[in-house]
Structure formats: C-alpha cells, structure tokens
C-alpha cells in the first residue's frame, strides 16, 4: 500500500456552501509546503457524467484533457492548483452501478447477490483509492457531493467511513463543511444545525475531525468551544470560514485560521515553509487594477452564472494579469434584435460570444456578431460563438443569406457549419462528442500566434459540428481566415478577420485551461484589446 494520505469533504446542513473551494484552498496551502496534492469530487447524483446535464440544472460541464466531461469543481480544482485533472478526478454514482452491473453482467462475482454493501461501497473506495495508488501523490483530497442525511450520499458515507478503518486515524481524516445561519431578529448566531449535521454523520459511523463553518459574522470563542464539545472535536480544529470578497481570497483565511496545521497534525506530517507569493500577487493586482472595462458575455443561460463559470474566471485571470478590472455584462441572446442591438452593446468595450447548444437565441448572437465586426469591437467566439461567426459572414458578406448550421437547419441550402462525420452514425448523446485536447497549427502573423506565441498548441474540445471545409475556400477569398487548423483532421480550429483590430473565433473552449498562475494567453491578448478599444472611442 502506498503512504498517501486521505481527506474526505463532506457537507452538512445545505448545499452550495462551497465545499470544493474549501477543498480546492486546502490543497493550495498544501500544495504551497511541497506536498504532491490532487483533488476529487464524487457526485451521487445516477448521471453517469454531467455531460448530459441542462446547465440550468448542473452549471457548466468542465472537459479535461483525456476527454471527460466532469463537475464544474474540477474546474475550481485546477485553477488553483495548476494542475491537470483526469477521468479519475470525477465519478458519479451513474457510473459506480454501471460499472458494478457490468461486472454482474461478466459474472465477476461468481453468482453471489449484489448489494449496496460490499460490491456499491467497495467499487467507490477502489476508485477513491485509484489516484492514490498510482504513487503520484502525498495527499488525495475527496470531496462527497451533497450534504450527510441525503439517501444517495449514504454509500459514499459508507465507503468513507470503512476507509478510515482501514487505513487508520493517521492516514485518513475528515473535514466536515457546515453553516453557523446568523438570526437577525435574535441578533445572534446559531449552532444547533451544525450539531444536527454532525450528529447525522456520526450514526453513520463517521467522526468528523476538522469542522469548517460557514458564516456571515465572526465566530466567538465561546462559540468555537461550544462546537467542539458537542461536536467532538479540538477547538483548533473549528475553523471559520466567513464570507470572502472573492473565492481567490479563501486559501489566505483558510491560513490564517489555521487549517493546513491542523490537517497536517492530525495526518501526523510536517509543515514545512509556504510560499504564496505568486498567489498573492495574483490578489494584489486583481484587487488595485489601474483601469477598467466592461465586456459583454452574450449567451443564453445568463440568468445563471454557474453556466458560464469558466469564462467569467479566465476574464478574472486575464483582467489581473492586466491589472484592469473586467465588468462582464451579461446579455441574454433571446432578447438581442437588429433594431435594439447598438443599443444593447453601447457602453461595451468588447464582445464575448459564449458556447452552448440548440437554436435558441442563435440569431440574436449572429446580430451581434455583425456589430462587432462592422464597429470594430473586439470580438471573441468560443465554440458556438465561433460558428455563429462564420455564418454570419457567410450571410453578410459572401451573400449567402441562407448560410446555417445543419444543427439549427439540416436542410439548409448553404450549410457552412456541418456535422463532423465521424459524428453522422452516433445515435447516444452521452460521452460521444468530439471531446478533450487536440493539437492546433497557428498561422505565423495571426492574432492567435502572436498571443500563444508559438507554433503548436493543445486545447480542449466539446462539439459536434465543425466549419464545412467545403465552403473554406470561398470563405477565406472574402475576408475570414482560418489561422488555426488541426494538422491530423484538416478541421478549422481558429477564424479570424484580418480587417479588424480583434476578431477571432475558436472551435475549443480555451477558458477550461486558464489558471490563476497561467491565465491563457487568447484571454489576456483580448482583455488587453478591449482596453485599447475603449480608450480610442
């Protein structure tokens, strides 16, 4: 057995409290002391991945490199820790029955009765053991989706807390995330649903060893020493957690109280010396920027900003590493007119293009796209908005005025986006798009060259449908180039307009890779172009 050693994250009285941002800043500071540290999340929702998930349902569905379509965490996960995730990063209980019925299938288990407990409970400590295993790390993060009590978290529970006898106090531990509500009318805090949330874990056989609280208002002493009596744990090791300006903030409170101690202490390591330094340069010019501007996100599920959450962190990334602050203005697509748009996009600086599925509110950002270019505004189209740009060209300035995606009209006359075709046979939505990191040449001279500033570069995908080579041609004779190609398929990767200042389209999803360290170059190179735009109006 390896000496890896295991946290769980669990979560009690509601959700949405932030448990992978605590679990996401506690692998930070770790990681800051030299620890080898990766972090994973198990959902226990029956999806065998959110891939199929509406984004009103789920937020945004994050793709690693290897092609998984995973939990938006994982997207918090490796924007702080610079580090790629993988398949292994994120499992469903979808994909845990599925796995165990296909072994039933196989007759792996040689006739017996397959119950929840062991076959359910030993499938999920083999996988969350998985990454340990491999020798590559000292610590493994597990963070367990919804909140103690809920009947799909009980077998992870479960896995958990057999886990913990089996590989010991000192090789395992866990961090239990809980809300301390603060009652304006009794103008006082209460602790009674943190001892109800640990009680539930505790019959089930869990002892929590770190309690991490919620708040809106400081946490008193006296109130630290009430948990840890009636929650059985250290007073150290109640930590608050209170409301933070932003999530980029938390690893630093989470310092100063004194969490990575505690962890390391009851996993009996050593701490070592931290270095944050980059982290708080990071803050420090995100926080005192020199100059301001406002981007207009046009999408279609604007009323939820967990549907778009990679790319409003990227402009984070990019305004700090600019040291200008980024206004986003969202602009649902549905309500964009040729009538209304010069009004809709007045006060904006530059033009974000956003992702999605479907033929709702196609029109509204092919409307937009036509703004931008005619009013050179800084343009940038990421997957869909890409494709919107290339139809709208097609339309406005080739004369194609029936151009169309097949994916909004199969029977359209000027198809100039198509389905890829080794995606024409795929009848399964799951799992089956054009899906993780593929190789792109750049074009010597393009913007995108001069941003990346080299030759090759890998980026990650989710689509299905693709720029029709068959009009690229005639498409590149009248103004829009293709700058970035993948070298294996011939697909179109990048468009972009050499008539106007910034106007550039992308097939990936480039923001799945910006970090807070690394912020990617597309991002900052159009941050740094919209700022140029607002100074010359």
Request: proline fraction near 4%.
């Amino acid at each position: 057995m390896s000496n890896t050693k295991y946290i769980f994250v669990t979560g009690g009285v509601t959700s949405s409290l932030g448990k992978g941002i605590i679990a996401a800043s506690l692998a930070k500071l770790l990681q800051a002391q030299n620890y080898r540290v990766t972090i994973q999340k198990f959902d226990p929702y029956i999806n065998v991945d959110p891939g199929t998930l509406n984004p009103y349902e789920h937020g945004e569905c994050f793709v690693t490199d290897d092609g998984a379509e995973t939990d938006l965490d994982l997207g918090h996960y490796e924007r702080f820790l610079n580090v790629s995730t993988s398949q292994a990063n994120n499992v469903t209980t979808g994909r845990v029955y599925q796995t165990v019925i296909d072994k039933e299938r196989r007759g792996v288990f040689l006739g017996k009765t397959v119950q929840v407990v062991p076959h359910i409970t030993n499938e999920i400590k083999e996988r969350m053991c998985l990454l340990g295993e491999t020798g590559d790390y000292d610590i493994v993060i597990t963070e367990i989706g919804g909140t103690v009590g809920d009947i799909e978290s009980l077998p992870y529970i479960e896995a958990v807390r057999q886990l913990i006898w089996e590989l010991g106090d000192e090789n395992a531990m866990v961090i239990h995330l809980t809300l301390i509500p603060y009652l304006s009318a009794a103008g006082e805090l209460k602790t009674k649903p943190t001892q109800h949330s640990v009680k539930t874990l505790m019959e089930s056989g869990v002892k929590a060893n770190v309690l991490v609280c919620r708040t809106e208002h400081k946490i008193s002493d006296d109130i630290r020493k009430k948990l840890a009596l009636f929650c059985n744990v250290k007073q150290e090791a109640v930590i608050e957690s209170i409301d933070a300006e932003t999530i980029y903030d938390v690893p630093l409170l989470m310092l100063n109280e004194g969490l990575d101690q505690v962890v390391l202490n009851t996993l009996k390591l050593k701490s070592k010396p931290i270095d944050l330094n980059r982290w708080k340069d990071f803050l420090n010019k995100y926080k005192n920027p020199k100059q301001q501007i406002t981007i207009g996100l046009i999408g279609k599920y604007v009323e939820l900003q967990d549907s778009y959450k990679s790319i409003l962190e990227s402009l984070i990334h990019a305004g700090a590493s600019n040291e200008i602050k980024v206004i986003i203005e969202t602009i649902h697509s549905e309500h964009i007119s040729s009538q209304n748009v010069s009004e809709k996009l007045k006060n904006i600086d530059g033009v974000i293009v956003a992702p999605g599925f479907g033929g709702r509110g196609i029109e509204g950002k092919i409307d937009v796209v036509r703004y931008v270019r005619e009013n050179n505004i800084p343009f940038f189209g990421i997957c869909l908005g890409m494709q919107m740009a290339v139809i709208e060209h097609a339309r406005n300035v080739m004369g194609h005025l029936e151009a169309n995606s097949t994916e909004m009209d199969e029977q359209c006359k000027a198809p100039v986006i198509s389905i890829m075709e080794d995606q024409k046979a795929i009848t399964e939505i799951g799992g089956t798009m054009r899906l993780g990191a593929w190789d792109c040449e750049l074009s010597e001279g393009s913007l995108a060259y001069k941003a990346y500033n080299k030759n090759t570069i890998s980026e990650r995908h989710r689509h299905r449908y693709e720029l029709n080579n068959h009009y690229r041609k005639d498409i590149e004779a009248s103004g829009l180039k293709a700058t970035g190609i993948n070298p294996k398929t011939g697909l179109v990767e990048i468009v972009e307009n050499p008539n106007h200042p910034w106007f550039l389209g992308v097939q990936y999803h480039p923001e799945y890779k910006s970090t807070v360290l690394n912020p990617h170059p597309l991002f900052v190179d159009f941050v740094k172009a919209s700022l140029l735009n607002k100074t010359l109006k």
